[in-house]
T-cell receptor
Framework: DAMVIQNPRYQVTQFGKPVTLSCSQT?????MYWYQQKSSQAPKLLFH???????NEADTPDNFQSRRPNTSFCFLDIRSPGLGDAAMYLCATSTGQGNKYEQYFGPGTRLTVT | EDQVTQSPEALRLQEGESSSLNCSYT??????LFWYRQDPGKGPEFLFTLYSAGEEKEKERLKATLTKKESFLHITAPKPEDSATYLC????????????FGSGTKLNVKP
């Protein structure tokens, strides 16, 4: 089945220790998104790629960066995690074409910062 | 300012007790409104897309409707397996890849 895969599902890192979260998709979608979701809150868009075009949200901290080396993979790098970065990180994709902009989400990576 | 507000924050229903969830929005030009279901510890699952006022979509016990200011997700004769958080998101016409999410309604259906 076509899907969005996130690894790892759970990640524990230490305060200030860089961490990378991974997302891959078999849907061949043009657009990939990274969201941060804290408990009982709305998902907050961090950035998205349309193909290789990178779009950063204005309020995304500089501590967060992303890479998309090819259509299938996208990475979220947190350079110096703080306690406030503990959250669920969601990757999503959409075709970005025609009328089909619904997003398909991965299962998420739960990040804990100690 | 573009924003999405969902109400109620939480809803408890008895099995079979129909109800509606509300998503009100303010956006400078709506292109689409999306409903998702999110189970605890999982990513949101796409349910419906609505594009214009008056449009309706149905899937099993769920029916989504759209007006110029809000959307409703009607749940008819819910079952315990419908328990989840339901998220609403709007897509702005000036940026197809920008989505504004609400905080969701947490639905609990008791048997």
């Amino acid at each position: 089945d076509a899907m969005v895969i996130q690894n790892p599902r759970y990640q524990v890192t230490q305060f200030g220790k860089p961490v990378t979260l991974s997302c891959s998709q078999t849907l061949n979608h043009n657009v990939m998104y990274w969201y941060q979701q804290k408990s009982s809150q709305a998902p907050k868009l961090l950035f998205h790629y349309y193909d290789k075009d990178f779009n950063n949200e204005a309020d995304t901290p500089d501590n967060f960066q992303s890479r998309r080396p090819n259509t299938s993979f996208c990475f979220l790098d947190i350079r110096s995690p703080g306690l406030g970065d503990a959250a669920m990180y969601l990757c999503a994709t959409s075709t970005g074409q025609g009328n089909k902009y619904e997003q398909y989400f991965g299962p998420g990576t739960r990040l804990t910062v100690t | 300012e573009d924003q999405v507000t969902q109400s109620p924050e939480a809803l408890r229903l008895q099995e079979g007790e129909s109800s509606s969830l509300n998503c009100s929005y303010t956006v400078s030009g709506l292109r689409g409104l999306f409903w998702y279901r999110q189970d605890p510890g999982k990513g949101p699952e796409f349910l419906f897309t609505l594009y214009s006022a008056g449009e309706e979509k149905e899937k099993e016990r769920l029916k989504a409707t759209l007006t110029k200011k809000e959307s409703f997700l009607h749940i008819t004769a819910p079952k315990p397996e419908d328990s989840a958080t339901y998220l609403c998101a709007v897509q702005a016409i000036y940026n197809f890849n920008k989505f504004y999410f609400g905080s969701g309604t947490k639905l609990n259906v008791k048997p």
